[in-house]
Structure formats: C-alpha cells, structure tokens
C-alpha cells in the first residue's frame, strides 16, 4: 500500500523530472494607441511569430500620437530604437512598412548576437 501511495504522489507531483522545458521565444510589447497603430502591431505580430532565435529579445511597438499630424510609430529592440516612421491621418498602405521593419529588426537581432558572441569586437574602438 505504502509502495503504491508513493508512486501514485511520484506521478501526480508537477515537479517530476518528465516534465519538458518549455523554450520561450522573445517578447513582443504593443503599445500602439489609434486604429493604424494597432494594425502595424497585428501584421508585425504576424511575420513576428515566423523569426527564429528570437529568444532573450524583447521588441516593444510604440506609438505617440501628434495632434494634428498622424502618429509616430517605433520598433524598440532591448532598448534600442530601430525602426521609426510617421502615419498621417489618413489609411495608408501599412504592409510595405511592417515588411521594411521586420526586415531592419531581423537585421538588428543578428547583430546583437554577433556582439554579444564575439569579445574582439570593441565598441569603442580601442
């Protein structure tokens, strides 16, 4: 009885060495506010999802809007400013945008890791 209880716990402990790790990928923050910006964030989340080694980056979307004028939209990768472009008023094609930014973080996240996997490269230069 006593050998059948402490399998029974054995199994049903959620701490059991079966469990798998689960690999988390990189974190994507929306902080868009108006209707284009929350359109940028959903198609940028699309293509977001297809980028491998994507883990330790953390990628926020924001938006400030000026009045008047449109928003400024801007692509943060690990504080960094990578991307940054204005949207009038009006609905304007936004497809063209997402792709130019997902192409430019692909870019930036491919040189973090160069970066931060060679010590020969100095970043001020002496």
Known sequence: MLKKT?????FLNPFYIYSSEVDIGGLLLDNSRSRQGHEFFSAFSQLWQDIPNSSGHIVVIKEI???RSGTRLTVILNDKNIYITH????QSPIKSRV??????????MAQS???QNNPDLATSGW
């Open 6 to 10: 402490f399998i029974l716990i054995l």
């Open 99 to 108: 792709e130019q930014a997902v192409l430019i973080l692909i870019e930036a």
């Open 87 to 90: 949207m009038g008023r009006r």
């Open 65 to 67: 809007v000026i009045p």
């Open 113 to 115: 890791q160069i970066s």
